[in-house]
């Protein structure tokens, strides 16, 4: 794995904000699900390893600023203490562990109003959220989604991971259509007042033993990897340099999906 390092000046708030420019594309939506053109900011925020609900905050709170128009489009970027989240639709039966042994584990177990099942999320993995307004981008949910997936599969490809998507199954998966997928980052979106949260966890140096506690994404027959185990690092233990490095990579990623206007910067707390 690739040593990184970053100055003290990334801890400073920045963004970079260019001239929009907008056009419209005659006649019908094409394919793709986007009927217009646009170019529109990406500010970028690496909060570090926070608290699963200081995060959740965080997200309202910059949801109902995006819709009002207050703040550019934003993307979270961070990593949580273990914590398993259920979808609106989750069906708890799909945590193996009791409630005696998370409490034992020191493990919550919260209801969210995003869509999938259930996930975990721990040290090791990074976790995305990005607040963006979708009529601003011109673009439809589904190709939204499939941006986080690219997103995901292209920062697998820069470890020399090959991953992506797996017809029926949201999220990034190892060898997707091969006779042993593995599911390597898990995707869960929310719309409010036409801007989305939530977002995607990617496996990067995380503990694998934890997600015996689910069935991850309600799928018992899943398996899960990360990064640090298709990429064959002599890891021990998750790290949050690991994240921040995976980080660095995913954001520029997910820029170039979402045709964002400017490469964007990451910034925020230490690592």
């Known amino acids: 794995m690739p040593a990184a ?136 949910l589904r190709p939204f989604v499939r941006s986080l997936e690219a997103a995901m599969a292209d920062t697998c490809a820069t470890y020399g991971v090959r991953a992506g998507r797996r017809e029926g199954a949201p999220g990034c998966w190892v060898d997707p259509e091969g006779p042993a997928p593995r599911k390597i980052g898990a995707l869960g979106i929310r719309i409010e007042r036409g801007v989305t949260y939530h977002g995607i966890a990617l496996n990067v140096t995380t503990r694998l033993a934890d997600f015996e506690l689910i069935d991850p994404c309600g799928l018992p027959e899943a398996e899960v990897t990360s990064i640090a185990r298709e990429a064959r690092w002599p890891i021990e233990a998750p790290t949050t340099a690991s994240v921040r490095d995976a980080a660095e990579r995913f954001a520029p990623a997910l820029a170039r999906a979402l045709e964002a206007a400017s490469a964007p910067v990451l910034v925020g707390a230490e690592a």
């Open 5 to 140: 390092s970053w100055p003290a000046a990334a801890a400073a708030l920045a963004a970079v904000l260019l001239t929009r420019h907008t056009t419209r594309l005659a006649g019908n939506r094409p394919p793709t699900g986007r009927w217009y053109r646009d170019r529109v900011d990406l500010a970028v925020e690496w909060l570090g390893r926070i608290d699963y609900r200081a995060a959740w905050e965080r997200q309202h709170a910059l949801v109902a600023a995006r819709a009002a128009g207050e703040v550019p489009d934003t993307l979270l970027l961070l990593e949580h203490p273990p914590v398993l989240t259920l979808g609106r639709q989750s069906d708890p039966a799909h945590v193996r562990a009791s409630p005696e042994e998370l409490a034992a584990r020191g493990i919550e177990l919260i209801r969210v109003e995003r869509g999938g099942e259930v996930t975990y999320h721990g040290p090791g993995q990074l976790v995305a959220y990005p607040i963006v307004r979708l009529a601003d981008r011109g673009i439809l």
